[in-house]
């Protein structure tokens, strides 16, 4: 029997409402001054909405910020979410591949590639950025959405997180599906993957993030404007030399960025909260 303190109860909803208020507060600021003029939000800290909402939204979809480069903030989300599902798709298309072969199928040294792939993560993007650079230039990929996605989209975390799911498949369903019949192929797709969704969601949501955070190596391999993604953009609208930086644009880019990340947060969270913390499938 649970014993019931007030006292205590009370204590733990004010501190989950004090850190609801400390996280919110900041994006409740960002989207206050993006809905005023450019000379308010300069003067003085808005506590109120404005009146420029539509037109500053309208401004940074449709036109952009003239010292950012002029570069709507619609294109910029649409080559983030581009490069964010090229690597969500490719992460864990590859990964559930790798897991299932190590798991499942006996070869020589088998273990052995399980490790190279797992000490790959003392390998990030940043550490081989240089050969990687020159191996994507050397194919022509530079500017290009294949470019953004195919040297992120190999993770050896994922391939592991696989890995120990599909341990933990009783080997009685294994026996089962090869007494039915059931091929490797029709085993991988009709059993394990529906068995696999909620890790499969759980990975969505971490490697959508990843991939819509990324800014250091756009930022190497693309020059065209039209390839700029929304955190480059952002960056780009912090640091403007010799002109009045326009806090209000910029802080509606930022609302706007937030939203696709929360979007796949909110769809998914059932699914997400469930692949952290089941053991038993």
């Known amino acids: 029997m649970v014993e019931n303190r007030p006292i205590l109860t009370f204590l733990t909803h ?41 037109e500053n939204y309208t401004t940074v979809l449709q036109a952009g910020k003239a010292t950012a480069g002029g570069i709507p903030v619609g294109v910029m989300m649409w080559n983030s979410f581009i490069m964010a599902i090229g690597i969500v798709f490719g992460k864990i298309t590859i990964s559930l591949l790798s897991a299932y072969a190590i798991v499942y199928f006996r070869f020589r040294f088998r273990m052995v590639f399980f490790w190279i792939i797992f000490m ?51 080997d009685e369903l294994t026996e089962a599906a090869r007494v039915d019949g059931a091929g490797p192929i029709r085993f991988f797709f009709d059993i394990l993957l529906p068995l696999s969704r909620t890790n499969i969601a759980a990975l969505c949501v971490i490697l959508f993030i990843y991939g819509w ?65 089941e053991t038993e499938k």
Request: no cysteine; net charge negative.
């Open 213 to 277: 955070n990324q800014y250091l190596w756009p930022l190497l391999i693309t020059t065209e404007s039209n390839m700029t993604t929304i955190v480059m953009g952002i960056q780009a609208m912090l640091y403007v030399p010799d002109a009045v930086n326009e806090w209000n644009i910029t802080m509606a880019t930022a609302i706007l960025a937030m939203l696709p990340p929360v979007v796949v947060i909110l769809v998914l969270q059932r699914q997400f909260v469930k692949g952290l913390i």
């Open 120 to 170: 790959t993560l003392m390998l990030p993007v940043e550490v081989r950025i240089l050969p990687t650079y020159a191996v994507v230039a050397n194919l022509g990929l530079l500017d290009t959405y294949t470019g953004l996605t195919l040297p992120l989209i190999a993770s050896a975390t994922a391939t592991f997180l696989f890995r120990q799911f599909f341990l933990t498949v009783p």
């Open 14 to 54: 004010a501190v989950m409402v004090l850190a609801i208020i400390i996280v919110l507060f900041p994006i409740y600021v960002t989207f206050v001054a993006s809905t005023h003029e450019a000379s308010d939000v300069l003067m003085t800290v808005q506590g109120w909405f404005g009146s420029k909402l539509v």
